[in-house]
């Protein structure tokens, strides 16, 4: 059975840099079968995907983020990674998901807050 | 790259059907075979349940169906049940540049 963990701090101050992992147990992040994205949902609105990332370290990123966004792949610790340059108005859940065109396997989510 | 557009709120009667829409443009759902639904419960991640416009992974009842007509997807729930009422989301392949779209969300009630 396929799981995602995301993890990372709760809390991050404007201007700094949020920085999430999530970790796959049951697959391998190294698999050319699928791509490997971060989407959020900030409270109380609807989903925002924002990139993802092949085996071979290849990246797509949503436009509205991409000069403030990366994420990285570490196969050899079956993880992949999100970062972001934060304002207030990034406070969000952020999920970690297997797939890009059909995300099939999500994270439980994990809880960000942007505030000082 | 704007979002797919979805109504807010859709609703029916237990054992009845309901349908969703999902309209985007020529350069996301009209342009490819890859859209996508998902259910979301309060508090809890999305689930996919239906890919490539009406595939169905495994474990998704056949209650739920899909279909696509020019830029506009729809999601149908046949035999409404309690357990239905969520939040449904689309999402199509939108090409190399914008890649993935979400549809704002529509609020399914059983009444």
């Known amino acids: 059975q396929v799981h995602l963990q995301e993890s990372g701090p709760g809390l991050v101050k404007p201007s700094e840099t949020l920085s999430l992992t999530c970790t796959v147990s049951?697959?391998?992040?190294?698999?050319?079968?699928?791509?490997w994205s971060w989407i959020r949902q900030p409270p109380g609105k609807g989903l925002e995907w924002i990139g993802c990332?092949?085996?071979?370290?290849?990246t797509n990123y949503n436009p509205s983020l991409k000069s403030r966004v990366t994420i990285s792949i570490d196969t050899s610790k079956n993880q992949f990674s999100l970062r972001l340059s934060v304002t207030a108005a990034d406070t969000a859940v952020y999920y970690c998901?297997?797939?890009?065109?059909?995300?099939?396997?999500w994270g439980q989510g994990t809880t960000v807050t942007v505030s000082s | 790259q704007s979002a797919l557009t979805q109504p807010p709120s859709a609703s029916g009667s237990p054992g009845q059907s309901v349908t969703i829409s999902c309209t985007g443009t020529?350069?996301?759902?009209?342009?490819?075979?890859?859209v996508s639904w998902y259910q979301q419960q309060p508090g809890k991640a999305p689930k996919l349940m239906l890919y490539?416009?009406?595939k169905r992974p495994s474990g998704v009842p056949d209650r739920f169906s899909g279909s696509k007509s020019g830029n506009t997807a729809s999601l149908t729930v046949s035999g409404l049940q309690a357990e239905d009422e969520a939040d449904y989301y689309c999402?199509?392949?939108?090409?190399?540049?914008?890649?993935?779209?979400f549809g704002g969300g529509t609020k399914l009630t059983v009444l």
């Open positions: 998901a297997r797939g890009a065109k059909a995300m099939g396997v």
């Open positions: 049951g697959d391998s992040v190294s698999s050319a079968s699928y791509y």
């Open positions: 990332i092949y085996y071979t370290g290849s």
């Open positions: 020529s350069s996301d759902v009209g342009g490819y075979k890859y």
């Open positions: 490539e416009v009406t």
């Open positions: 999402s199509s392949y939108a090409g190399s540049n914008n890649f993935v779209l």
